[in-house]
């Protein structure tokens, strides 16, 4: 654990190491959205969305 500490601390004086931190941060940040956005139900959400198009588009390759 005090291995964890130390690097969080040379990360946070070192130039590069607080860019490489934001990039972490920023990283996080864009997995949560993403996660937030796949995780409804129902067609209010984009899996419903995703679900519904896909679906009119294989009732409409399968009437030809």
Not at 9 to 31: N, Q
Request: hydrophobic share 55%.
């Amino acid at each position: 654990m005090m291995k964890y500490i130390e690097t969080v601390k040379r990360l946070s004086t070192d130039k590069d190491g607080v860019v490489s931190l934001e990039y972490v941060v920023v990283g996080a940040v864009v997995v949560a959205v993403v996660i937030a956005v796949f995780q409804g139900t129902g067609a209010n959400s984009l899996t419903g969305a995703l679900s519904t198009g896909f679906g009119a588009i294989v009732t409409a390759m399968g009437a030809l």
